[in-house]
Structures are given as C-alpha cells and as structure tokens.
C-alpha cells in the first residue's frame, strides 16, 4: 500500500483502490489533497497491473468538495488569483478520473456535498451506501460550482432533478438518486466495500483495451451525432481488431473456456 498524507493507494488483483484520507476535514479537497490525488494518479495511469480504480472516502465522507476555510484564508488575504487556480486545479484533478483509460467506480460512503458530488459525476459506474447523503450545496454557502457540477450533472440526470440538486442544496438519499440515473446500486452500508470489490474484479477480467476504447468511445460520442459515434465505434474496433485480446476472446469462445487478457 502507498500511503501519501491525505490519500492512499492500494493495489491487488487488477483493482487500483484510491481512499481520499483527510477525514477529520471530512476529505475536503486541500491543496495538498489534491497534489497527493494527482500523484497517485499517475501512479495508477500507465500501471499495467491496474484495469480497474474504486475511489471511497476514508471515515464518515466521501467527500464535502473545496475546502471552505482554504477559500476564507484567501478570501482574507484578497487573492482571488490563488482562489481561480485552486479551482482550476480541482477541476483539473478531477476531470482525469473522467479521462483515465481505465473504469472507475466511485463506492460513495457519507456525506457527498458539491466537489464530492463532482468527484462522482467523474465515475463510469457508482455504487453507494444506503446511509449516504448526497447533493450538491454550492448555494448554500454562497459558492458556485467550479469542477463540473452545473457543468456535468445536467448531462447525467434529468434537466429538472439537475435544477433542484444545484438551487437547493439540499442532500438526498441514494434511492432518489438512483431512481434518476445518477446511481448504478444502493447497498447497505457493511455491504459497500464487497459490493464494489466484486463488480471491479468482474471488469479486472475483461479486456483492458477493450474497456479502454469502449469508455473513450462513450464518452466523446456523448456529444456528437448518431452518426459520428458510429464512425467513432467502428475507427476503435478497426483497431482493436489486430489485438492480442481479441484473438484471445474469440479463441476462448470456441474453445468454451475463459478468456486470459493481457492487454495487447
């Protein structure tokens, strides 16, 4: 395990475990979190043993987004220069959990507020503790989303439960999320952990490139026309034809086994 101050890293069996650990701060996003995200980041990013990261909170979070007495300090010393890039740096950060070639589910445990809630809408696939609590609460202190929130949520959910997360600030619990789309499972909280294990070591033994294409393919068609995403599905699989992995899948087929993935 690679334990950094404010984040730690574990990997086994193909799955890359990331804990956000600032938990007296309720893993707030510090300057320093951030660094200690993004290294681990790069750790995992090019990883060959990693076709899978799960992000959670260590205690009683996942996360309650910037550190509001981060922004007082540099409200009070009238840097509102520091501030624009402590939230260029969030998103930044953020957003390569969104870009990484790799699935990440995001087992949300706690309270999930405004950057918690964008660190999630940065997830392939989200599984959450009946006794979380998630919603945006930018408003409610005055702030405004500045790592995707307005920005993401209107694309993951319905236009009028994106409205009501966002003017609100209200949290809500996972089942009225779920039955919206921006939760893929609700799970007793004892269960959260086993949960998101199991569904990350069913995707450690899938193809790695073809999760790699299949989620950048998702992605970038999400903006385009039916006709572009098709282009888009058919220049990855042109690609993917030559692979090692797909050779394997269709040899494993016919010989009815499971397949063995390496990842070229």
């Given at each position: 395990?690679?334990?950094?101050?404010?984040?730690?890293?574990?990997?086994?069996?193909?799955?890359?475990?990331?804990?956000?650990?600032?938990?007296?701060?309720?893993?707030?996003?510090?300057a320093a979190l951030l660094d200690d995200l993004?290294?681990?980041?790069?750790?995992?990013?090019?990883?060959?043993?990693?076709?899978?990261?799960?992000?959670?909170?260590?205690?009683?979070?996942?996360?309650?987004?910037?550190?509001?007495?981060?922004?007082?300090?540099?409200?009070?010393?009238?840097?509102?220069?520091?501030?624009?890039?402590?939230?260029?740096?969030?998103?930044?950060?953020?957003?390569?959990?969104?870009?990484?070639?790799?699935?990440?589910?995001?087992?949300?445990?706690?309270?999930?507020?405004?950057?918690?809630?964008?660190?999630?809408?940065?997830?392939?696939?989200?599984?959450?503790?009946?006794?979380?609590?998630?919603?945006?609460?930018?408003?409610?202190?005055?702030?405004?989303?500045?790592?995707?929130?307005?920005a993401r949520l209107v694309r993951k959910v319905?236009?009028?439960?994106?409205?009501?997360?966002?003017?609100?600030?209200?949290?809500?619990?996972?089942?009225?999320?779920?039955?919206?789309?921006?939760?893929?499972?609700?799970?007793?909280?004892?269960?959260?952990?086993?949960?998101?294990?199991?569904?990350?070591?069913?995707?450690?033994?899938?193809?790695?490139?073809?999760?790699?294409?299949?989620?950048?393919?998702?992605?970038?068609?999400?903006?385009?026309?039916?006709?572009?995403?098709?282009?888009?599905?058919?220049?990855?699989?042109?690609?993917?034809?030559?692979?090692?992995?797909?050779?394997?899948?269709?040899?494993?087929?016919t010989e009815r086994r499971a397949p063995i993935?390496?990842?070229?």
């Amino acid at each position: 395990m690679t334990a950094r101050a404010n984040v730690t890293l574990e990997v086994g069996d193909g799955v890359a475990w990331v804990r956000l650990n600032r938990p007296a701060a309720l893993n707030a996003y510090s300057a320093a979190l951030l660094d200690d995200l993004n290294d681990t980041l790069d750790d995992i990013e090019d990883d060959p043993r990693v076709r899978v990261l799960v992000v959670t909170g260590t205690g009683r979070a996942f996360s309650t987004g910037g550190d509001l007495k981060y922004f007082r300090s540099l409200l009070d010393t009238r840097d509102h220069d520091g501030l624009l890039a402590y939230i260029d740096y969030s998103a930044k950060t953020l957003t390569r959990f969104e870009e990484l070639p790799k699935p990440v589910i995001a087992a949300v445990n706690g309270v999930t507020v405004a950057g918690g809630l964008e660190l999630v809408l940065c997830c392939d696939l989200v599984i959450a503790s009946a006794d979380a609590r998630i919603g945006d609460g930018h408003l409610k202190y005055g702030v405004l989303p500045g790592a995707g929130g307005s920005a993401r949520l209107v694309r993951k959910v319905p236009a009028n439960v994106a409205s009501r997360l966002l003017l609100t600030g209200e949290l809500f619990e996972p089942g009225y999320l779920q039955r919206h789309g921006l939760i893929d499972e609700v799970v007793p909280p004892d269960r959260l952990i086993g949960t998101a294990a199991a569904m990350a070591r069913r995707l450690a033994e899938l193809s790695p490139l073809a999760l790699r294409e299949v989620k950048r393919v998702a992605r970038e068609a999400a903006t385009q026309s039916s006709a572009i995403g098709l282009k888009l599905e058919l220049g990855a699989f042109t690609t993917y034809v030559a692979s090692e992995d797909f050779n394997e899948g269709m040899t494993a087929f016919t010989e009815r086994r499971a397949p063995i993935y390496r990842g070229r």
